[in-house]
């Protein structure tokens, strides 16, 4: 029988934190009025992670996972928890903690109030420094004026989702994915959960700055048009600067040739200035552009070296069209 509720975690080196995430999870999950499944995604862990995981595995029948066979990113070990959830009703937390699992309960409430979707909200950063909040505050808020659908502010991916919207985004093709964005534009009715995001229990970030920063570019060209359109205005304020130049080129030939605005610098100036606008543009067209390459090589989104704890997960592959290992690797 399918199990009510899917709690998927993907993990990327948290030896530290996998003990302590079981425990609590394991707290939740006995307190739940339905069977629970628990899928742990390693994220090609270079740690002692994935050994962790097995020993779960045997101890706790609720527990199965995943092995991808490299480090695909966030993003896709998140996916690839989506693909094999069976759950009606599916929660994607963090394995460092900052997601407090205790909150599984009150988004189960609300999800059995009729909402499709319930999304937490941080309302408070604890133990983070003040330029990781500043500049999360302005990504969110930068991002939700420019995208073409209302992303919300100050959430991440610790969600609960009920099993259409998961069918949903499991039928979606592409493959740079923003979770979080492919949420808001699948619809629905959705609500937030307010909560003060706890310090990671222990280990290193993961998410680094150039992290951040990918995961910002990916979400804005992946939902907005407005990169797009900024290499058109830029090129017409080019335009206009270089026909206000020209202008004031004949002006100074013709009423103040001894002026010190005329001469090398003014041409150096100018011409460094509409090459920079040519390479912002270049580069603009450049990132769409590379994602139409990544989409049309129709390569599987993930690769697994390891399987268990699923009895139909080779099927659930193959309709996920997502890789799969050989049969030996698998349970």
């Known amino acids: 029988m399918s199990p009510q509720y899917s709690l998927v975690v993907p993990i990327y080196n948290e030896e530290d934190n996998i003990l302590?995430?079981?425990?609590?999870?394991?707290?939740?999950?006995d307190s739940l009025d339905g069977e629970t499944e628990l899928i742990l995604i390693d994220d090609g862990s270079r740690d002692r992670s994935l050994l962790?995981?097995?020993?779960?595995?045997?101890q706790d029948s609720r527990?199965?996972?995943?092995?991808?066979a490299r480090n695909f990113g966030h993003q896709v070990a998140v996916t690839a928890g989506l693909n094999f959830a069976r759950g009606e009703a599916i929660v994607v937390l963090d394995a460092d903690l900052q997601d407090p699992p205790e909150l599984i309960p009150e988004m189960i409430a609300l999800w059995r109030h009729g909402y499709q979707v319930v999304y937490a909200q941080r309302t408070q950063r604890q133990k983070e420094r003040w330029l990781k909040r500043v500049t999360a505050y302005s990504f969110y808020r930068v991002l939700r004026h420019l995208a073409d659908v209302e992303i919300?502010?100050?959430?991440?991916?610790?969600?609960?989702?009920?099993?259409?919207?998961?069918?949903?985004l499991n039928a979606m093709p592409e493959r740079n994915r923003y979770i979080r964005g492919l949420r808001a534009w699948v619809g629905f009715q959705?609500?937030?959960?307010q909560y003060i995001r706890d310090p990671r229990y222990a280990g290193e970030v993961k998410y680094t700055f150039s992290k951040s920063l990918a995961l910002a570019i990916n979400s804005l060209v992946s939902f907005s048009r407005v990169p797009l359109?900024?290499?058109?205005y830029l090129g017409l304020g080019a335009a206009a600067i270089a026909l206000l130049m020209a202008v004031l080129v004949v002006y100074w030939r013709f009423f103040a040739p001894h002026s010190p605005l005329t001469g090398y610098a003014t041409i150096t100036v100018v011409v460094f200035f509409l090459g920079a606008v040519q390479l912002i543009s270049i580069g603009i067209l450049g990132e769409?552009?590379?994602?139409?390459?990544?989409?049309?090589?129709g390569r599987p989104l993930y690769t697994l070296s390891e399987v268990a704890g699923f009895q139909d997960h080779r099927e659930i592959a193959r309709n996920s069209r997502r890789s799969i290992p050989k049969e030996e690797n698998l349970e």
């Open 152 to 168: 919300p502010t100050d959430t991440g991916d610790f969600c609960l989702m009920d099993r259409r919207i998961v069918d949903l």
């Open 288 to 297: 769409y552009i590379g994602r139409i390459y990544e989409e049309i090589k």
């Open 190 to 193: 959705q609500t937030a959960i």
């Open 20 to 29: 302590e995430l079981h425990r609590r999870l394991r707290s939740v999950m």
């Open 52 to 58: 962790l995981m097995r020993e779960l595995h045997e």
């Open 229 to 232: 359109r900024l290499s058109t």
């Open 63 to 68: 527990v199965s996972y995943l092995s991808l």
